[in-house]
């Protein structure tokens, strides 16, 4: 749009309204909280709201039948400027597509402004004939944000420490040190060191998604033999398996190339699929794990044929803290914290997570991931 002549100025709209209708719109237009321009087909500003103007610090005739990305500078975080066919009223324009993302303003006092930034097009006989803008202010919820995963981070590590106490003074007494256990008081000891592993998982995930969203989490990458990795993996739930006595196997392949990734991501991706599959199976249901190599990608399934998930819930599966209300009702405990943050940390590994599922029939998860980590 950028090499486009310029516009005549005061156009005629392209479409007339009733007079009442405009006022209408009007009084639309600046009572909007969040900034709104409108271009016309050439990109050229030819409406701003009281909003847009009070956040981007302008006045009306700074930028008004200007050129909007001359007048109108996104930048990254750090300052520097977005290239032109990244900026989304541009990608708006080509692809006559509505676009939503979040991107960095510069003020005209030289300070950035973090906005989430809606664009529209205005199509008419499948061309774009203009352009509507909406952009909201981020300063509050990036601050918000911090404050939370600040707050549960040091929650979570002052935790750890009570936490562990409690861990070592349970197996003393579990070891006889205060002098020897009754088989109930040995049964109580191990509940309570059951739930110090949920509670340290708990905090494991907490922290690990705090880290995701600061962008902090750091992908180690080695070789890693995925193959015995899972193995180890399906073994440490052999106990969970047969206190249910679900039919737990396994199909993993001895040979497979090595990989290029995390294993402390990947352990916990798989982990988190495993335990879900022998949670949501009933007493006596099977679950199968299976991982292939495809050409340069290996392919982790897992297989069960337990409560499944309702096809309304589909769609919010790997939303954070959704748990679907079949599994609610059927009382197993959770936070629905787990396959987001499986989701979170397989992307990170350059692969992708999806599932498909049948109420009352069962589930298969799959994650792929590649072979080498760009
Ligand atoms: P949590 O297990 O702590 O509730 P997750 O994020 O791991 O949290 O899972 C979110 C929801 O997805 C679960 O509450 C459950 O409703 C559904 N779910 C996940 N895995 C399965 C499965 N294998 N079978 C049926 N439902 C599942």
Redesign the pocket.
Known sequence: MSNLPAPKPKRKSMLSFPRHEAAHLEALFSSIGEGIIATDEHGFITRVNQAALDLLGYRQRDILHKRFTEKIIAVHENGRPLDLLDRPIVKAFITGHSTSERAYYRRKDGQVLPVLITVSPIMFRRKPIGAIELFRDLTNEIENDKLQSDFISIASHQLRTPLSAINMYTRMLQGGMAGKLSEPQLEYTRIVLGSVERMNELIDTLLNITRIEAGGLSVRTEFVRFNLLLRAIVEEFEPAAHAKRIAFTHDIPAELSEMQSDSLLLREVCA?IIS??L???PEQGTVHVSLEQRSNTVLLS?K?N????PET?RKH?FTKF???P??TTDD?S???????L?KALTERLGGEVW?E?TENA??T?YVSLPLTLR
């Open positions: 988190n879900n599959a949670k949501y199976t897992v069960d337990g409560y499944g998930i819930a599966i959704f748990r679907a079949n599994i197993v959770g936070t629905g914290l787990g396959l987001y499986t599932f599922s069962g589930s998860f």
